[in-house]
């Protein structure tokens, strides 16, 4: 029985042909951040990189591809914070939404674990415990 050409073009098609493990994506490979050729040297790329080895170092290297996103959120988090700072008018309901996926997303790959809820700690807490510095004392309080 002679094959169709449909048949024939299946048989060697890509989809099915077995791969070489070496033969992956540059991204799968470590070689890149990006699928395509973006420079590395952009604010952007650098800003993007650091965020990723800080997830990345703080799960252990687990959940790439979450702290990749997680990542990505977080970069859109701070441009739209910029944009709100410089006075310009921006979409809170996006800010507010990024907000709450950055922090679904933190705790799925463990990054909140062991750090007080903020509504747990007392009203009268020290201000270093909500990430605030303590005002300088007085100088008469000081001697």
């Known amino acids: 029985m002679t094959q169709t050409s449909h048949e024939k073009s299946s048989a060697a098609s890509p989809a099915t042909a ?28 650098r ?20 702290c990749r996103a997680l990542a990505a959120m977080c970069m859109e988090r701070e441009r739209l914070e910029s944009k709100m700072a410089a006075g310009e008018v921006i979409d809170t309901d996006l800010l ?3 907000a709450s996926e950055i922090r679904r997303s933190q705790e799925r790959v463990g990054l909140l674990e062991g750090e007080p809820a ?12 909500i990430g605030e ?7 008469e309080e000081a001697a």
């Open 96 to 98: 507010l939404r990024l």
């Open 18 to 45: 077995s791969f070489k493990p070496e033969a992956r994506s540059r991204v799968t490979n470590g070689k890149t951040l990006f699928l395509d050729r973006t420079d590395g040297r952009s604010r952007a790329a």
């Open 118 to 129: 903020p509504e747990l700690l007392p009203h009268d807490a020290p201000l270093w415990m």
């Open 47 to 66: 800003r993007f990189r650091d965020l990723l080895r800080a997830f990345l170092d703080k799960t252990g290297g687990r959940h790439a591809d979450t």
């Open 133 to 139: 510095r303590a005002p300088a004392p007085a100088p």
